[in-house]
Structures are given as C-alpha cells and as structure tokens.
C-alpha cells in the first residue's frame, strides 16, 4: 500500500523558515498532483499550494512569495519552503498525493500524510 511519510516542521520564529517534506513510498505507477494543506487550531483544513507532474504551481494568496513548493519525482516527494514564516502560518500541515496505483486503472486516488506541526512564534 502507500505511505505518505512527512517531516520538517518545528517551532520557528516569525521571519524565520522551514522546509517540510513528504516522500510517497508503495507500489505506485504514477503521480499526478501533489501539495500541501494546513489546519489550524478551529479553522477549516486550507490549501496551502499545489504543483503538478509537470512542475506547475498555485499557492492560496497568503503565501505568495514566501512559501515554495517543488518536487522531486525520481524520490516521490514533494518539499515545502516556508520562507519568512508568520505566527499566523501556525498549523498542522498535511501533504497531499493525487496517484495511479495501476498502468491500467482510470481513476486515481488521494492519500494524505499524518500531519507535521509548524509553530512560529511572535
């Protein structure tokens, strides 16, 4: 099966950065999306950015030109650069994969990583 296993966050001050990581690991045919969402504390889960399997990109407004998400498709991982970091980025981040399981199968499947907490103080 597939395992999304995430890792980089801590406790930061604001201005400073962190880089999250996400590595899909199983029998996988092939990737199409993946991004980054957060949730914090009584909030809904947001996007927080997205790049496709050809390296475009879509970040929600908040994070424009302080957050980076790249990917490397030889390792399955895609990688979050938080830049510049804000108290108000304080969240539990999830990464989230859109794959094919099977050269044959027509539809793909989302899996979600367990979650890494960013803390960034004031």
């Known amino acids: 099966q597939v395992q999304l296993v995430e890792s980089g966050g801590g406790l930061v001050q604001a201005g400073g950065s962190l880089r999250l990581s996400c590595a899909a690991s199983?029998?996988?045919?092939?990737?199409?999306?993946m991004g980054w969402y957060r949730q914090a504390p009584g909030k809904q889960r947001e996007l927080v950015a997205t790049i496709t399997s050809g390296g475009s990109t879509n970040y929600v407004d908040s994070v424009k030109g302080r957050f980076t998400i790249s990917r490397d498709n030889t390792k399955n991982t895609v990688y979050l650069q938080m830049n510049s970091l804000k108290p108000e980025d304080t969240a539990v981040y999830y990464c989230?994969?859109?794959?094919?399981?099977?050269?044959?199968?027509?539809?793909?499947?989302?899996?979600w990583g367990q979650g890494t907490q960013v803390t960034v103080s004031s």
């Open positions: 989230n994969v859109n794959l094919i399981l099977r050269p044959w199968h027509s539809t793909s499947q989302i899996y």
């Open positions: 199983g029998s996988i045919f092939s990737i199409n999306v």
